[in-house]
């Protein structure tokens, strides 16, 4: 499974503790070998792209050059963070049968990497499985009301989307696995419905 995280101009050593924490969760499920996590980076900025690098290359330094930990910035920037994921898809998707997409600020615990893999091989018609996401560590006081507010209706808010959505749907957002060859079949659906809707409203990753 491949666990990729679009980036473009984000904060690096937020990005990358967070990568970190991931990575580290996934040795204590045991689970690790399972995994490869891709920095996929459109990163613009010469001294965001030049810390990019450098915090990856100390990574695996310190890492002892262990597989499962990649990085690539495009020279050619399409379509943003959905062209981000497609292109990704198209170098490297055959090599994995499910990849989860996380946010540049998203965190997510190895078990749970572990659950989602797990229930798209129960379920092989699947074509994504999401998450509900919870805000956590918020510091505003606007940001610390939407934390409150989501872990107390988040559950009941998930509930109600899985029965509302028990049907095929063509658009996922972060936090989700997916079966990677059905979304790069997917792409060329989803790249026709973005430009009708001009390609903003309901984007798929972007």
């Known amino acids: 499974t491949a666990v990729v995280m679009p980036i473009c101009d984000e904060p690096v050593p937020r990005v990358f503790a967070g990568l970190r924490a991931i990575r580290a969760s996934l040795v204590r499920a045991g689970a690790a070998d399972d995994f490869d996590l891709f920095i996929l980076s459109d990163s613009v900025d010469p001294d965001i792209c030049s810390d990019e690098e450098i915090a990856w290359a100390q990574w695996r330094r310190a890492s002892h050059g262990d597989g499962g930990i990649f990085y690539r910035r495009r020279r050619v920037l399409r379509k943003r963070k959905s062209g981000n994921v497609a292109d990704f898809c198209r ?48 510091r505003s006081l606007f940001a610390r009301v939407q934390q409150f507010a989501s872990s107390l209706y988040g559950p009941m808010f998930a509930g109600e989307m899985l029965s509302l959505s028990k049907q095929p749907v063509f658009a996922v957002r972060e936090d989700a696995a997916l079966d990677t060859a059905y979304y790069e079949e997917s792409m060329p659906i989803v790249e026709e419905r973005l430009a009708q809707a001009g390609g903003r409203l309901g984007a798929l990753l972007d």
Do not use: C, W
Request: aromatic fraction near 6%.
């Open 91 to 138: 170098r490297f998707g055959r090599r994995y049968r499910y990849m989860v997409v996380l946010d540049a600020d998203s965190v997510m615990n190895g078990e749970t990497l572990v659950k989602l893999v797990g229930l798209m091989e129960a379920h092989p018609h699947a074509g994504a499985i999401q998450t509900a996401p919870r805000i956590v560590r918020a």
